[in-house]
């Protein structure tokens, strides 16, 4: 079998072979349980509690929660935008990039606060590294630890028994940052340092290129500690402009596969770390498959078509032994960008190892989908909020399909959870649709504003992947788009705000209210969660609710354009 | 169960007209499905209008042809409804003519006095607390309780059921409904409803949706479809700009017909439908309910508790064996036991009798003299007094042993021992004495009704538990359940034992279902989430309850309960078809949208279709005439099948889900080749 497919095959192993560990310590992190890392952090995190008048063991319910949520997110909103705006004079500045403007600002500390990472700003020239580590770097663990936090507020609301009580959402919070993401992000960090990742806080460094003798300047600085997170906690913002396609950010093949796997491992692990944590292993088997069918009808037909090479090239005669290689890393080649691309999009990751814009246009479509649907895995802890809405619908008629009254792990699913779920699940095609379509307007409207590299298919193609990642909070770029505008940096940011936390607030507040409903014990006509049957049954809502609604848009993008190309 | 054709001529008339009426917006605002799908109608209508001068919209005949399907997939929708109304409607008025009108011997009160004095009014003149009269021959004008008397009924007029049924003042049994008819005696009956307010009159405005109230499921399935709907309306206005960008003009028609194709509207026209047909399902099997709800709740019931007698076992008890005791002659014995329940009209004292003679027994004769001693609750036991001193007593057997030992004669250990055995084998000891001296025992046994065994096999794969509810004391009572299969007993009941019974069942989450009649049962009843009154009962049992049952057939909750599964089933099961739907519409109306500004797309129409006009004609007209066509379907109600949970949804998956995908795809095919031959 070709190397480059096994190549794949290795780190999606891989990846599930780490998560079911990783899902068992999780689990047991959350559930209090006593873990290596307890004798280093625990008189540390005491303290801090006791500062902050935090007691612990005070649980909250569901409300309580979600405001704690949202005022710590409101608080490090302006922290971002007081760095962003004056790192210019601000110290560790060797490069003296400038300070943001303010709407550019809005939108980055917008993108690191709601763990999306959309990038309107090159880091080499747009960023100190001040502002790099103490904005972006710490947003990239706390953005990420608020999610898993929230994520296992839902985990204790499917517990069956009858409480509004869901834990501490502080300890979560913290736990998630200092015993997951900490010792992990120093793992990988560690691997990418010894293949050449820089972490230093020198300035550029510069050297004369064999090319005609100029002088280059080589951006350097902490960008391994970054790297790391942006992987692990679905963030996905680099360090440096080119994301992990920079050979700084990404040296080879073996920090590819490292970076791969960790920006899958524990949106994995966290589905696993449910089934530990609830002791329901046979229904996170289930979110397990659902979500890997998913992904594989992304992937496969993706790597496949990039593997094949671009079909308008191979028209004028050129072979392409490597695939279709514009836009791509050598040293990755086809197989192993294609399979990040589809992983970075389904997880709401959002770095890159390869130019998306380059993509055959169905593997775009793909990589497109996989934000549309924003649950196949999706971001730490908040994919499987989305997923959990999906499911929501799912019981909903399925119950009524066995003749009851739709009940989910014993509660009642009734109006007013399912106003919920329509409402959330209703968000993402409107944020994304309507977005793009006063884009398209405005477009129309001024043809010569300069947006669009491309115009026809693959730049209606552009406007809707900046949307869609935007509101899948993903973070990656089509690029050939102009987007360090007035327009698209506010336009954005509203929708990444929108779409990062109405989708938290909905399956939390449906969680807390089925969690204080009673509990009924299952019977033989209750219909069971944990089954195949019941998996594809919401594989078909997510497939019809979420991937089709986007049809018609994806028929003038990608489809168009595959078609064209033909 | 009486069976009607689905769609009678008179019905389908009466269907029709009220098809138009529900155009009213007003009316059509409840579902916002449809709401939408009539804003739709009118734009059409206008661009029709515009397109006689103007062809920018694409040919009149096209916008026409458009504008009257959309019209027609209105119609369809409101006359599923009316159809459904017109049915139920139909059922209620045969049962409300039985009462229309007939004349009431009321009599009048004087202050305080009531006198004898009988005026003769109209039955609709009656008033709650009125008291009137019904002697044999008469029917009775309204539902009322029997205060004084005791008559034969023929109830056949709302039961369909020939026998005569006695009903008497005091007891459970002093309830009588308007419309059945004395056939013998007088009773004297106080009217318990208002007019226009009974049980029936409750139904009827049910039915014909004036009362109608959505139940929670159906308000949670009306929310998801107006999710669904508002998506389509965003797809549907977005591509608009997206269009423009393209430089593809879309026609109006395009818009319309795409947004109505794919929101859904076949569950969305025969939502209600299926929900007037759900209670009219109950109404046909001779069961009033006083709400939508209850008949919901139905299909949800986790416990059903029935009384064993006349559920579980047929009627009564019968005598199958004789034991005298050791010291007592045999013949003497039989004479005491005979004797004793010569008097008793009891069917366990004739059974008695019965039982004697086939053993070969000469049925002794008793003295006028002879003195029947009645059965009651206190000394649990009967007999008789000779007339020659002596006592002959049969009875429970701790009522028997505390009698002759306070004679002081001891109670013979083989007959405790005898005792205990029928116990055990769950027949009921009858101790006989003669003179506080024990004569033997008698063994009744209890005959369990053929075929119940099944049905509780089927509540059980319903994931139903039963449990029966009895007098009997507990080994009497575990014997017969583990006969009958059911699954739990409550034996030597008392009526807040099922009280106690519900509350603990439902406070670990359950849903209970009982049935009653009496006014002690009337608690119980209320606190049931399905609480089914017979209609002999009282009018506080009928009260408390939720459903009042015609047939007073205790059997009856089972298809109650199926009758609620059903309910929920159809509308699961078409909500999925019609969702599925979405995939064909799609593939048919998508590449038409954009193909003639966009040739590569054909490689996206996969049903080749003719043109871009058929694709959307042919999208439409499925989307119309899916309706008409599910429209048996879901007044017939989909059916329940008691093979768990798991394999119901994958079976009703294959059949509406994956028939929901396939099915439009060949239907469009087909209407395309017809439709391409006027295009």
């Known amino acids: 079998m070709n190397t480059e497919i096994l190549g794949i095959i290795l780190m999606f192993t891989l990846t599930v072979l780490l998560a079911i560990p990783l899902g068992r310590y999780i689990a047991k992190v959350y559930s209090g349980e006593s873990t290596f890392l307890d004798p280093i952090f625990n008189p540390l995190e005491k303290h801090f509690f006791r500062i902050s008048g935090i007691n612990i063991r005070q649980e909250m319910t569901w409300k309580q929660h979600l405001i704690a949520l949202l005022t710590i997110n409101f608080l490090w909103f302006f922290w971002a935008m007081f760095i962003l705006m004056n790192q210019g004079w601000l110290p560790w500045n060797p490069d003296k990039n400038p300070s943001m403007s303010a709407d550019l600002a809005f939108n980055t500390a917008i993108s690191f606060v709601a763990n999306t990472n959309l990038q309107h700003y090159s880091g080499e020239t747009g960023m100190s590294y001040l502002g790099q580590i103490v904005c972006l770097t710490f947003f990239q663990f706390i953005s990420a630890g608020a999610g898993m936090a929230i994520c296992v507020v839902v985990f204790n609301a499917m517990k069956e028994r009858t409480s509004e009580k869901l834990g501490n959402f502080y300890n979560y919070f913290l736990k998630s940052c200092t015993r997951i993401l900490l010792p992990l992000s120093l793992i990988v960090a560690t691997i990418i340092v010894f293949n050449g990742t820089p972490m230093n806080i020198e300035g550029k460094a510069s050297f004369i290129s064999m090319q005609a003798g100029d002088t280059v300047q080589l951006s350097r600085g902490p960008a391994a500690a970054m790297v790391a997170i942006k992987q692990l906690g679905t963030n996905g913002g680099g360090f440096f402009g080119v994301n992990s396609a920079h050979p700084l950010e990404n040296p080879n093949y073996l920090t590819n596969i490292v970076e791969n796997v960790s920006i899958i491992l524990i949106p994995i692990a966290m589905v696993f770390a449910l089934g530990f944590y609830l002791k329901r292993k046979r229904l996170s088997l289930m979110i397990f498959g659902v979500m890997t069918l998913g992904f594989l009808l992304f992937l496969l037909p993706s790597v496949y078509l990039e593997m094949k090479g671009n079909t308008a090239i191979s028209s004028m005669g050129i072979s392409q032994q490597l695939g279709s290689m514009e836009g791509k890393e050598v040293r990755f080649g086809s197989a192993a960008s294609a399979y990040w691309g589809i992983t970075t999009t389904v997880t709401s990751n959002g770095s890159v190892n390869a130019m998306h814009d380059s993509f055959t246009p169905l593997t775009g479509m793909f990589a497109l989908l996989g934000m549309m649907v924003n649950a196949f895995y999706g971001g730490v802890g908040v994919g499987f909020l989305n997923f959990y809405i999906f499911i929501i619908i799912a019981v909903f008629i399925s119950g009524l399909m066995v003749g009851r009254t739709p009940e989910f792990m014993g509660k009642k699913i009734e109006a007013r959870e399912m106003k919920i779920a329509t409402i959330i699940a209703l968000l993402h095609p409107l944020l994304i649709l309507a977005g793009t379509a006063l884009s398209s307007y405005v477009f129309v409207v001024h043809p010569n504003i300069g947006w669009l590299n491309n115009p026809s298919f693959h730049g209606f193609s552009e406007m809707l992947y900046e949307y869609t990642s935007s509101a899948a909070n993903n973070g990656s770029g089509f690029e050939g788009l102009g987007d360090n505008t007035l327009w698209w940096n506010i336009t954005c940011g509203i929708i990444m705000i929108l779409s990062r936390f109405l989708p938290i607030i909905g399956p939390v507040a449906i969680a807390g209210i089925l969690a204080n409903k009673k509990y009924i014990p299952e019977s033989a006509g209750t219909l069971k969660t944990d089954t195949s049957t019941f998996g594809l049954m919401v594989f078909a809502v997510i497939m019809i609710l979420a991937a089709l609604s986007f049809f018609p848009a994806l028929t003038l993008g990608p489809i168009s354009e595959f078609f064209t190309i033909q | ?679």
């Open chain 2, 1 to 679: 169960m009486k069976s009607t054709s689905l769609f009678q001529a008179a019905l389908v008339k009466e269907a029709l007209k009220a098809s138009f009426v529900k155009l009213n917006p007003k009316i059509i605002f409840r579902n916002p499905v449809m709401f939408t799908v009539e804003l739709g109608t009118i734009v059409m209508f206008c661009v029709t209008i515009f397109s006689l001068n103007n062809t920018s919209q694409g040919s009149f005949a096209y916008n026409l042809a458009v504008f009257i399907i959309l019209f027609a997939t209105l119609l369809f929708a409101n006359f599923a409804e009316a159809i459904a109304e017109a049915r139920g409607k139909a059922q209620a008025d045969s049962l409300r003519k039985t009462r229309e009108e007939t004349p009431a011997k009321i009599i009048r009160v004087i202050g305080e006095m009531y006198t004898n004095e009988i005026q003769i009014v109209s039955s609709s003149q009656l008033k709650k607390g009125d008291i009137f009269v019904c002697e044999t021959g008469d029917i009775i004008p309204t539902d009322g309780e029997i205060i004084e008397g005791l008559a034969t009924i023929d109830e056949s007029a709302i039961t369909g059921e020939s026998a005569p049924v006695i009903r008497e003042a005091g007891g459970d049994k002093s309830s009588v409904t308007g419309g059945t008819k004395v056939l013998s005696d007088k009773i004297k009956v106080i009217v318990t409803t208002q007019p226009g307010e009974s049980f029936l009159d409750k139904m009827i405005a049910l039915v014909e949706g004036a009362s109608r109230q959505k139940t929670p499921n159906e308000i949670a399935l009306t929310i998801l479809l107006a999710g669904f709907t508002l998506v389509f309306v965003i797809v549907c206005v977005t591509l608009k700009p997206f269009a423009d960008y393209a430089n593809t003009p879309i026609t109006i028609a395009a818009f319309i017909s795409l947004f109505v194709c794919l929101i859904p509207t076949t569950i969305g026209g025969l939502l209600s439908a299926i929900g007037i047909a759900g209670m009219d399902r109950a109404l046909r099997a001779n069961v009033i309910t006083k709400s939508g709800k209850a008949v919901e709740t139905a299909g949800d019931i986790d416990v059903l508790l029935l009384d064993k007698t006349g559920t579980i076992t047929i009627g009564n008890r019968k005598a199958t064996n004789f034991y005298p005791a050791q010291n007592a002659d045999k013949q003497g014995f039989m004479n005491a036991l005979v004797l004793s329940s010569l008097a008793d009209e009891t069917p366990e004292g004739k059974s008695i009798v019965e039982l004697a003679i086939s053993q070969g027994m000469k049925v002794p004769s008793l003295s006028t003299d002879a003195e029947f001693i009645r059965f009651t609750a206190e000394t649990r036991s009967s007999g008789v007094n000779l007339s020659d001193g002596a006592r002959i007593r049969k009875g429970a057997f701790d009522a028997m042993r505390n009698l002759s030992e306070k004679a002081g004669n001891q109670f013979p250990i083989e007959v405790a021992e005898q005792v205990k055995t029928i116990s055990s084998n769950g027949g009921t000891p009858l101790v006989v004495t003669k003179n506080e001296q024990v004569l033997g025992v008698i063994e009744l046994q209890d005959i369990i009704k053929p075929g119940i065994q099944e049905r509780f096999e089927r509540l059980r794969k319903m994931g139903v538990k039963t449990v029966m509810v009895t007098g009997d004391n507990p080994l009497t009572a575990k014997y017969i359940a583990a006969k009958a299969g059911v699954d739990d007993f409550i034996a030597e009941a008392k009526p807040e034992d099922k009280m106690n019974y519900i509350r603990a069942e439902q406070a670990s989450g359950k849903l209970v279902a009982m049935m009653g009649d009496g006014t002690n049962d009337a608690p119980a009843l209320a606190q049931a989430d399905v609480g089914v009154a017979m209609n002999s009962g009282t009018a506080a049992a009928k009260e408390a309850g939720n459903m009042v049952d015609l047939d007073n057939d205790p059997t009856k909750l089972i298809e109650i309960v199926e009758i609620g599964k059903q309910l929920l089933m159809t509308r699961g099961t078409l909500t999925t078809f019609s969702i599925a739907n979405d995939v064909a519409k799609y593939f048919a109306i998508v590449p038409a949208l954009f193909i003639a500004s966009i040739p590569a797309l054909k490689g996206l129409n996969i049903m080749n279709l003719h043109s871009p006009e058929s694709a959307i004609l042919s999208a439409v007209i499925f989307n119309a005439i899916i309706i008409p066509a599910l429209i048996p379907l879901a007044l017939r109600g989909v059916e329940y099948k008691p093979i768990g949970a798991s394999a119901l949804l994958r079976r009703n998956l294959l059949i509406y889900g994956l028939g929901g995908i396939i099915i439009p795809f060949i239907g469009i095919k087909i209407i395309d080749l017809l439709v391409a031959n006027f295009i």
